[in-house]
């Protein structure tokens, strides 16, 4: 989880990175106790970790699936707790992501709720994580999950943030867009592999930071999670300068570190590249 202090343009970032277990009550409480610990700290903004209510496996995704009915959010536990304790501490939760039933279909979905427990959006994870690295790991995200069809930017408290779920990240297009669209920072709820996480978690992050002149920041379960899969953990938070200003290892772990939001224009003002850029050149198709 990744809490923020906000004052003015100036917060204090806590990244707090969860053991997710295969009973989705003992998920609750522990993700329950954490924000309520970063609240009475001074957050006033958290981010919990890819899919904390729920092991990361394709076994367990339909089972611990929630249906999230913006107008009667009590039938979905995980999300109904996140409003809860938002409204009582007075913070903004980015609600990691938890498997969404809607529709007869499953999608991985990221609850973002407002100070006074408001449901404010839904990301849903966009780009479907499959892949097959021969002798090493195969997944195969879209057997479950229908992916998202929407960026998702939400003005809160804390800045205008875009969100992106996990391998979301490996597309720089999304983070243009929040860029564009005037983002200070992106949050990515993320659960990275071992083998992916060591190549390319913290690569990637500080290329989208540092291309976007924005903060970055990724919340993962930690490595003992329950289930097959063994995550890399490392839940980071990269300036608008492409530099790590917090990150953490691969255990539980709660994070506290800080976000100047005026380095966003100090580095675009320094690097003025969103200017200078040649879209009368740029051409992906003759
Ligand atoms: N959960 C994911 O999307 C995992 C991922 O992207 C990875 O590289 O691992």
Redesign the pocket.
């Known amino acids: 989880m990744i809490f923020f202090k906000v004052a003015s343009l100036y917060l204090s970032d806590w990244l707090c990175q969860l053991s997710v277990t295969s009973d989705k009550n003992i998920n609750i409480a522990k993700a329950r106790t954490s924000i309520e610990l970063a609240s009475k700290q001074g957050a006033s903004l958290v981010i919990l970790p890819?899919?904390w209510n729920c092991p990361?496996s394709t076994d367990y995704f339909a089972e611990f699936a929630e249906t999230l009915d913006a107008h009667d959010i009590t039938a979905a536990p995980s999300c109904s707790m996140l409003s809860e304790v938002a409204s009582r501490e007075g913070i903004t939760i980015i609600g990691g992501s938890i498997p969404e039933r809607s529709g007869g279909k499953l999608f991985n979905t990221c609850c973002v709720f407002a100070p006074n427990g408001e449901l404010l959006a839904k990301h849903r994870?966009m780009h479907m994580?499959d892949?097959d690295i021969v002798g090493d790991?195969s997944?195969k995200?879209s057997d479950i999950f229908v992916p998202g069809e929407e960026p998702t930017i939400i003005d809160t408290d804390v800045g205008r943030i875009g969100v992106g779920?996990?391998?979301?990240?490996?597309f720089p297009e999304l983070a243009m867009v929040y860029r564009a669209r005037g983002c200070h920072l992106i949050c990515y709820p993320?659960?990275?592999?071992v083998?992916?996480?060591e190549a390319?978690?913290e690569l990637e992050q500080r290329a989208r930071a540092v291309d976007n002149q924005l903060y970055v920041a990724t919340c993962s379960p930690s490595r003992d999670s329950a289930g097959s899969y063994t995550i890399?953990g490392h839940s980071t938070l990269v300036n608008p300068f492409g530099e790590i200003v917090a990150t953490s290892g691969h255990d539980q772990t709660i994070i506290v570190t800080e976000v100047d939001y005026s380095a966003v224009q100090c580095t675009r003002d320094a690097l003025p590249i969103w200017k200078q850029r040649r879209e009368d050149v740029y051409r992906f198709i003759d």
């Open positions: 890819e899919m990361y994870k994580f892949i790991i997944f995200e779920i996990c391998h979301d990240i490996r993320g659960a990275f592999n083998s992916t996480g390319l978690w890399w």
